[in-house]
């Protein structure tokens, strides 16, 4: 396998790999470069090539039974290229391009077809590096390296062969060198020199020496193994067996002369360094240092962290899993860290690994964990002040005032930060917030009278403090108000309103108090010492109350004191004497009222309907009191009950028609009002009913109904009816007298029932005859309404005549026509027709049950299709007939019209004479007769046909669909058809149909097929005589003689003809 590659100036370097084991190649990766590896047949890349990521170099090592070769791309993974493999025929793949996202370690090729050489966007430059990597001479190569050759695009910046400039040849030298070693595992790598540490078992040996000489490898004295130096003088080793974990002292031998090389030592060391420990954190923010507890908070942003590690290692900082710094032990395993930069307000959860000089990691120590806090708190509220002391108690408004020289404070900060309350900039203490930020205060010494402005601040974990509170005043009053003045009280309950002096009598017992006080403070009134209520001044001091509570019945002596916002109370001012009086007077009765209008006088019941307008009441109430009367709650007058407590009132007024509820009551002197009394209700209507009427729209008569008869039910107006005592019913207002009138004369009355409804049945009989039924409408009160219109109807109770049917017609199917009694139809809703009384009912019934009915027309004349079709078998139709009256005489239906219904068409006729149809056709014509088979030929063109079925059924002929005739099946069940017309020459299908008497037909039988012919054949002819007997056999000429008895003679004649010889 070799190896070549393009740098960025397109200067090609190439290397032979075959024969140079033991040998690291070193690489410098530039932008752009190519990297290329040919690959014979019998290699395969993956399997030969292994590939490691080292923090920015690829290190591609060489598989092979003896020691490897290797090639280190320095800085592959900061540039843009690619490793790329060429076959031996000539095919490009690309195994690893450099911005690959591997994680570092082994890497992974892939591998990607790219197709020939001149497939490629840099073909010419690819055909210089295939020429060179396939060792193609030197003088061959510079004609493709001469720029007058060269692709147009290259002709710029002309290709340029030479070695490869690593690994430089090595001076000469007369005994070999061991130059150091490369570290390839664990977190520190890289080269290494003589006196290191390193965790790697297994690092790999470099140094110069004489070209192409063989090196022995000694370690500590022992002999492991060989090397070449290669043609430059530059050799590797990689041991196959790790190292044991100790001081490791290696030199090299040249086997040739016997030279060494320098004593070359490192110390192998795999074992992780003790767990490392944060002892403490400290903070010397404020200039004094001091210890940040774990758990704790600081507002430190550069707290330093102390512990303790192996010693002379590195001491990596971690937050969580994200680095912050190092630092190193001391050789007492002492170590600090202060962060070199400010780190955010957090919460840090801070752990330290040591680290050795081989790059042996240790334990994470244990976390110590801690809050950074350099924000100052909000900024505090104080919510409340609370007055815990005197008359007056409880939150205390900002601005306000108070007596409590030590009142309460309530607000909210920052949960578990010190408040300080300040009075007028004084510190007056300080106290924690709560974890949901609630804090309270009372100073322990009671403060002096005068303004304050109260102000809190504020101080967290961290000792940062925040911006005082918006302020709080208050101003702490010691001094009384003055006595307050009651300048009026005011009875403003009842009949009678009044000011009320101090001695009076009053029915209020909530009277309105008016007076005086200092502005600003609470009026307290007490009522024969007990207080019954409060009422603050405005700011000119005036104030009014009115007692919540009704004051009890009795005498009342009511004092006031004033009390100001501190809740110092004035002196108590002078009584005010009232004396409450509430109790009403006895309930007022009414115990009558009275109609004197009209034709219908006297006492009204309760809720009686009268024609008076002006009703006289009367009853009982408290003698001397003034008695009100109420009409629906509005006030009709009053009177007064006398000495013995009665009274009566008549309304001055007339009052409206309508509904009227009558109550009274009674005020008695001292202007206290009774209840109500209880209601008595009446009706006043004066109005008369409207004119009733006739078409059920309102009141009046809905219908008249006929139930007796064959016919019930209602009877127009102009009806007839068989009924002599029909009922007549309406509608109207319930508790109405319905008065029933026959042309004007009243045969009977009614009254309209709750749902208003009414109905009325003459008691006496209607005679036969024209009638004309009118109603009027009484209304409780006795108005009557005019007469309504003329129900107008006549009665009949004679029977009409007996109907007739005159004909049954059938209008269906191939067979149409009147029906004779008796006979056979397909139709299976006939037209039945016939006579009766002029515009009586006729209804139609069918072996006795109803089909249906209709209704004569003025000449009697009458006729009915069935709706539903019938079924098949034998019906009798009757008939019967029923007058407009309803008149019916069951026994007098008419005389039966019987027909038979038949809608089954016959199944298809057959031609095998098996069945019903064809048994066959027959030819009595010419020199051949007898039956024509079907598909047969005869010289008969009226052939005749022939066959069976139901005696009285018609077969209907046809030739090729088209009719030709029709015959009737006899008694016996036989029938025979022959043409009228003579069939022409030529094909013949007959087929025929069965029709049964009620004209029902079949489907047409299959065809019986035949040819008529009735032309004669042309002339036969002889075409020879043969002669095949005897020994001259032979065709016989005409004339000729022959010894043959039976000769065959053959011809010509009619195709399918019976030729006569």
Not at 617 to 623: I, K, P, Q
Not at 725 to 734: A, D
Request: aromatic share 8%; proline share 6%; with cysteine.
């Amino acid at each position: 396998m070799n190896f070549a590659y393009l740098d960025d100036q397109n200067t090609l370097y190439f290397t032979p790999l075959n024969g140079q084991e033991n040998n690291v190649f070193t690489v410098q990766a530039m932008d752009g470069a190519r990297y290329i590896f040919t690959e014979q047949n019998d290699t395969n890349f993956n399997e030969t090539v292994s590939g490691v990521h080292v923090g920015n170099d690829l290190y591609l090592n060489f598989r092979s039974s003896q020691a490897p070769s290797s090639i280190v791309v320095k800085d592959f993974y900061q540039f843009n290229t690619s490793i790329y493999g060429l076959t031996q025929g000539g095919e490009y793949r690309m195994y690893l391009p450099s911005d690959s996202a591997s994680a570092q370690g082994g890497v992974s090729f892939v591998s990607v077809e790219l197709g020939m050489q001149q497939d490629q966007a840099e073909a010419d430059s690819f055909k210089v590096i295939q020429q060179a990597v396939t060792f193609q001479h030197l003088d061959t190569l510079s004609e493709s390296l001469n720029p007058t050759v060269g692709s147009p695009v290259e002709q710029v910046k002309p290709l340029h062969l030479m070695a490869s400039p690593e690994p430089a040849a090595a001076p000469f030298v007369t005994q070999p060198v061991i130059n150091g070693i490369y570290d390839q595992v664990g977190s520190k790598q890289g080269a290494l020199i003589t006196g290191s540490v390193t965790d790697d078992k297994m690092p790999l040996l470099m140094g110069v020496g004489q070209p192409n000489s063989t090196l022995d490898i000694l370690q500590n004295g022992e002999k492991i193994g060989t090397v070449q130096v290669d043609a430059q003088g530059n050799w590797s080793f990689l041991t196959d067996v790790p190292y044991d974990e100790s001081g490791q002292l290696f030199f090299v031998r040249d086997t040739a002369t016997g030279a060494t090389s320098n004593n070359f030592v490192f110390i192998i060391d795999t074992v992780a360094p003790k767990r490392a420990e944060i002892i403490n954190a400290t903070d010397d923010h404020s200039g004094a240092t001091k210890v940040i507890a774990s758990a704790g908070y600081t507002n430190d942003n550069t707290p330093t962290l102390s512990g303790k590690a192996e010693e002379n290692c590195m001491v990596a900082i971690y937050n969580g899993k994200q680095l912050i710094g190092t630092t190193y032990t001391d050789q007492l395993g002492n170590w600090s860290f202060t962060p070199v930069f400010l780190i955010p307000d957090n919460f840090y959860s801070f752990n330290a690994v040591a680290i050795d000089f081989s790059g042996n990691t240790g334990l994470a120590s244990t976390k110590y964990s801690f809050t950074v806090d350099t924000l100052a708190p909000n900024q505090p509220e104080i919510i409340q002040v609370i007055d815990n002391v005197g008359a007056v108690t409880g939150p205390v408004r900002n601005g306000g005032g108070t007596d409590d020289t030590t009142p309460t404070f309530n607000g909210l900060a920052e949960p578990g930060s010190r408040v300080a309350i300040y009075g007028n900039g004084q510190k007056l203490g300080e106290v924690r917030a709560d974890a949901s930020g609630n804090w309270s205060f009372t100073p322990d010494s009671p403060l002096d009278k005068g303004t304050y402005v109260f102000t809190a601040t504020a101080t967290d974990k961290t000792e940062n403090q925040s911006q005082a509170s918006a302020p709080w005043s208050l101003n702490i009053v010691l001094d009384a108000p003055a006595m307050p003045i009651v300048e009026s009280v005011y009875d403003d309950h009842g009949p009678i309103k009044y000011e009320i002096n101090s001695g009076d009598i009053t029915d209020d017992a909530t009277p309105t108090i008016k007076g005086s006080a200092d502005a600003n403070t609470i009026v307290v009134i007490y009522d024969n010492g007990e207080e019954i209520g409060s009422v603050p001044t405005d700011e000119n001091g005036h104030w009014s109350f009115t007692p919540p509570t009704s004051l009890t019945d009795g005498d009342h002596s009511l004092t006031f004191v004033a009390v100001n916002e501190a809740g110092n109370s004035s002196d108590v001012s002078a009584p005010w004497i009232i004396v409450v009086d509430t109790e009403a007077p006895d309930l007022p009765s009414i115990s009558s009222v009275y109609d004197d209008a009209g034709v219908k006088t006297g006492e009204l019941a309760f809720g009686a309907i009268t024609d008076d307008t002006t009703p006289t009441l009367s009853g009982n109430a408290e003698a001397g009191s003034t008695v009100a009367i109420f009409d629906n709650g509005q006030k009709l007058g009053e009177t007064r009950a006398d000495a013995n407590g009665n009274w009566s009132f008549t309304p001055a007024t007339p009052l409206i028609e309508g509904e009227h509820s009558f109550t009274v009551q009674a005020t008695d002197i001292a202007g206290n009002a009774s209840d109500l009394s209880e209601a008595w209700d009446v009706v006043i209507d004066t109005t008369a009913p409207e004119q009733p009427g006739i078409d059920g729209q309102g009141p009046g008569i809905s219908g008249i109904i006929d139930d007796q008869g064959a016919v019930q039910g209602p009877i127009e107006n102009g009806g007839v009816t068989d009924d002599t005592t029909p009922t007549i019913n309406g509608t109207g207002e319930p508790g109405d007298t319905i008065i029933v009138l026959d042309k004007g004369e009243k045969i009977g009355e009614t009254t309209v029932d709750e749902d208003g409804n009414w109905k009325f049945t003459p008691e006496t009989e209607l005679g036969d005859g024209d009638h004309e039924i009118t109603v009027v409408i009484q209304d409780p009160a006795g108005n009557q309404s005019n007469p309504s219109d003329p129900w107008e109807f006549t009665v009949d109770t004679q029977a009409p005549d007996a109907p007739s049917i005159g004909s049954v017609y059938d209008d269906a199917g191939v067979k149409t026509g009147e029906l004779a009694f008796g006979a056979i139809t397909d139709d299976n809703t006939p037209t039945l027709s016939g006579n009766a009384e002029a515009g009586s009912t006729v209804a139609i019934f069918d072996n006795g049950q109803k089909l249906g009915e209709t209704r004569a027309d003025a000449n009697g004349n009458w006729s009915f299709t069935p709706a539903t079709p019938l079924i098949e078998g034998e019906h009798s139709f009757t008939v019967q007939a029923t007058d407009i009256a309803g008149n019916a005489w069951p026994s007098d239906l008419s005389e039966a019209w019987d027909v038979v219904i038949d809608t089954t068409a016959p199944e298809q006729p057959g031609i095998d004479g098996q069945g019903p149809g064809i048994s066959g056709i027959i030819d009595d014509q010419g020199a051949v007769q007898g039956p024509i088979e079907n598909g047969g030929v005869t010289d008969d063109t009226t052939p005749t046909i022939n066959g069976t079925g139901e005696p009285g059924d018609t077969i209907i002929v046809l030739d090729k669909g088209e009719k030709i005739g029709e015959t009737t099946v006899d008694e016996d069940g036989n029938w025979k058809f022959t043409p009228e017309t003579e069939l022409g020459d030529g094909d013949h299908e007959i087929t025929v149909v069965i029709q049964d008497p009620a004209g029902n037909q079949s489907n047409p039988s299959d065809a019986w097929e035949f040819t008529v012919d009735t032309q004669a054949p042309e002339a036969p002819s002889i075409g020879s005589v043969y002669d095949d007997a005897g020994v001259k056999t032979g065709e016989l000429a005409f004339g000729a003689i022959t010894d043959d008895t039976t000769p065959t003679l053959s011809g010509n004649a009619e195709a399918g003809s019976t030729v006569a010889i």
